[in-house]
């Protein structure tokens, strides 16, 4: 049985914003009793923090079918510009897709590859780079020559950029309406996605 994360990143905030927005989120859920100020390092592998904050006790109310006697693990908050990945090490994403012309650049051409062409991925590793560095990376379609900001290039499932991160781990899937809410009281458009260490 592996390790399982649940994780919902904020796609839009700042930098600036990332601590204070991380802040009244964690608040929200304490006063909630989802969680506790208390933070433990157990069963959590999130890559850029190693403690996360401790289920609370009314932790079930967000999860479907919460098997109430298995505590779930911790809850990490990742704040800072970082690249995230749905799997373990970090392995780039299949392809991205122009936000000008919609074409989709292939990085990983599955399954004649299984690792991204480094001609391909280049710009768009050196671009998140210096967006992780600054803020700001673009990169250029190969098919429209538009440059448009790495942060507004389309990924598939399970990589996002953002500057603020919850990683759920071992948690029964969150429900619906908890997530619908967590992405309103972020105000910013988020990815939610599954991962396994
Ligand atoms: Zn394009």
Same mark, same amino acid.
């Given at each position: 049985m592996g390790d399982y994360f649940e994780?919902?990143?904020?796609l839009d905030v700042t930098a600036a914003d990332a601590? &204070?927005? @991380? =802040?009244?989120?964690?608040?929200?859920?304490?006063?909630?009793?989802?969680?506790?100020r208390e933070t433990s390092r157990e069963a959590m592998y999130s890559l850029h923090v190693d403690e996360g904050y401790v289920a609370?006790? &009314?932790? @079930? =109310?967000?999860?479907?079918?919460?098997d109430v006697d298995r505590m779930p693990a911790p809850v990490a908050v990742t704040v800072g510009?970082?690249?995230?990945?749905?799997?373990?090490?970090?392995?780039?994403?299949?392809?991205a897709k122009c936000p000008s012309c919609g074409a989709t650049t292939?990085?990983?051409?599955?399954?004649q590859a299984w690792e991204a062409d480094p001609a391909v991925w280049q710009p768009f590793s050196a671009a998140i780079d210096a967006w992780r560095d600054s803020g700001a990376g673009a990169v250029a379609?190969?098919?429209?020559?538009?440059?448009?900001?790495?942060?507004?290039w389309r990924w598939p499932?399970?990589?996002a950029l953002g500057a603020l991160a919850f990683d759920f781990w071992g948690w029964p899937p969150l429900?619906?309406?908890?997530?619908?809410?967590?992405?309103?009281?972020?105000?910013?458009r988020v990815d939610h996605h599954t991962g396994k260490f």
């Open positions: 994780r919902i990143v904020d601590q &204070a927005s @991380a =802040e009244r989120m964690i608040d929200w859920m304490v006063s909630r009793g989802w969680l506790l609370g006790p &009314a932790w @079930a =109310e967000i999860a479907r079918n919460g510009r970082n690249a995230h990945y749905g799997g373990q090490g970090e392995i780039a994403p299949a392809d292939v990085i990983i051409d599955y399954p379609c190969t098919s429209c020559d538009t440059t448009s900001p790495i942060t507004d499932w399970g990589f429900t619906d309406e908890f997530v619908a809410e967590f992405t309103a009281r972020l105000g910013h």
